[in-house]
């Protein structure tokens, strides 16, 4: 069973302050750590977590306006080809459409983002929907000529996903977030003090740290906001074609 987020955080907020009030102290501030050294500690680790999160949100930033795009495509794209098909009395041909555009969907919902380029074989099957189409007169040659522009624009909004998804921190951004993550709260735990301002002190910025850790995850896999970018958009899409909407609450797997 899959731990809410919510869920995870008051697990997160309870173990902090119970390890804050069992956890005995170990040394005191005028040992090797002091208030000095967690200062310096804590200002490196914030500027970091900080940098990885706002790079982090912009690449979530830029998943969640090329999602829109490209699912609002794809309801384009069927729009068009109904106006197409009752020109040219294809009922096949939309059937078709319709058939390439519920694989396209159903093929990229359980993937994550990284692997979206495997979608590129649907995808050429949309594209090669144009290549089969005969069409006369002037109202069907503009309506064509709409469907080209936005299958290019889903092209490029597609190859945007692609790049945003691999786009995720490294192992060697990792290792330095949680060496100098942990480093921080073994400075804590060392110098907390018997006193119960320096439990809940210690406690708090513990939660603190580890909810930090949480939110950096969330955005790194894309579980943040999953369903309003991820899913609700291309559900729209299989609902405009008649398709059954793909049912599963999360699509995705998170380290």
């Not at 002091?34 to 979530?60: E, H, P, S």
């Not at 990792?174 to 003090?193: D, E, H, Q």
Request: proline content about 3%; aromatic content about 14%; hydrophobic content about 45%.
């Amino acid at each position: 069973m899959k731990i809410k987020i919510k869920q995870l955080i008051f697990i997160v907020l309870i173990i902090s302050f119970l390890a804050a009030y069992f956890i005995p102290p170990i040394g005191d501030d005028t040992g090797p750590v002091n208030g000095n050294t967690i200062a310096f500690i804590g200002i490196l680790f914030g500027i970091i977590v900080g940098f990885f999160m706002a790079d982090l949100y912009a690449r979530y930033q830029g998943i969640r306006d090329n999602a829109g795009t490209d699912s609002s495509c794809l309801s384009t794209f069927y729009f068009f080809a109904t106006i197409l098909a009752k020109e040219t009395k294809n009922k096949k041909w939309l059937e078709r459409v319709e058939d390439r555009i519920n694989k396209y969907i159903r093929k990229f919902m359980p993937l994550p983002w990284e692997e979206y380029a495997k979608t590129e074989k649907e995808f050429a099957d949309l594209g090669k929907s144009l290549e089969e189409l005969k069409y006369e007169g002037n109202k069907a040659n503009e309506t064509y000529s709409n469907l080209l522009n936005v299958y290019n624009q889903h092209s490029e909004a597609r190859e945007n996903l692609v790049m945003f998804g691999k786009d995720k921190l490294s192992w060697g951004e990792w290792l330095v977030t949680i060496l100098l993550g942990g480093i921080l709260l073994a400075s804590l735990f060392y110098i907390k003090g018997p006193e119960m301002v320096s439990i809940v002190f210690t406690g708090a910025i513990t939660a603190a740290i580890l909810i930090l850790f949480i939110v950096l995850r969330d955005l790194n896999n894309l579980n943040f906001g999953e369903n309003a970018v991820s899913i609700g958009p291309y559900e729209r899409v299989l609902v405009a074609i008649g398709k059954p909407k793909y049912f599963k609450s999360k699509r995705r797997k998170f380290i």
